[in-house]
Nanobody, 121 residues
Framework: QVQLVESGGGLVQAGDSLRLSCVAS????????AGWFHQAPGKEREFVAA??????IIYADSVKGRFTISKDNANTMYLQMNTLKPEDTGVYYC????????????????WGQGTQVTVSS
C-alpha cells in the first residue's frame, strides 16, 4: 500500500509561481508512473500532467508551457507551476498505480489528500 502526501500549495497572485511536491511512502511510484490532477470548486477532477513509462511526459493543453512535472528519485514528484492564472485555483492531487488511460482519473488507483492552490486576480 502506497501513501501519497502532497505539499506546496498556497495563496498567490496571478502570474506567480508555486512548486508542489508529492512524496510516496510505503513503496515507490508504481512502475515510475505518477500524475497530477486538479479539482476546481464544484467541478470534476481533471488531468494536469503525468510521468509515464519509458520517460514519456504528457500535459493537459491548458498547462503546456506553464507547468513542468518532474521526479527527482523514486519517491518524490514535483509540479512546477509558473504564470499561474485564477482558473488554476483548486485542489491538486497526485496519483499513482495507473491502470488505463492516464487522462481519466478513474485509471489511477492511489491518491493523496490534495493540496489547495488559490490564485487571486
Amino acid at each position: 500500500q502506497v501513501q501519497l502526501v502532497e505539499s506546496g500549495g498556497g495563496l498567490v497572485q496571478a502570474g506567480d509561481s508555486l512548486r508542489l511536491s508529492c512524496v510516496a511512502s510505503g513503496r515507490t511510484f508504481s512502475y515510475g508512473t505518477a500524475g497530477w490532477f486538479h479539482q476546481a470548486p464544484g467541478k470534476e477532477r481533471e488531468f494536469v500532467a503525468a510521468l509515464l513509462w519509458k520517460g514519456v511526459i504528457i500535459y493537459a493543453d491548458s498547462v503546456k508551457g506553464r507547468f513542468t512535472i518532474s521526479k527527482d528519485n523514486a519517491n518524490t514528484m514535483y509540479l512546477q507551476m509558473n504564470t499561474l492564472k485564477p482558473e488554476d485555483t483548486g485542489v491538486y492531487y497526485c496519483a499513482t498505480d495507473l491502470r488505463g488511460g492516464p487522462y481519466d482519473a478513474r485509471s489511477w488507483g492511489s491518491w493523496g489528500q490534495g493540496t489547495q492552490v488559490t490564485v487571486s486576480s
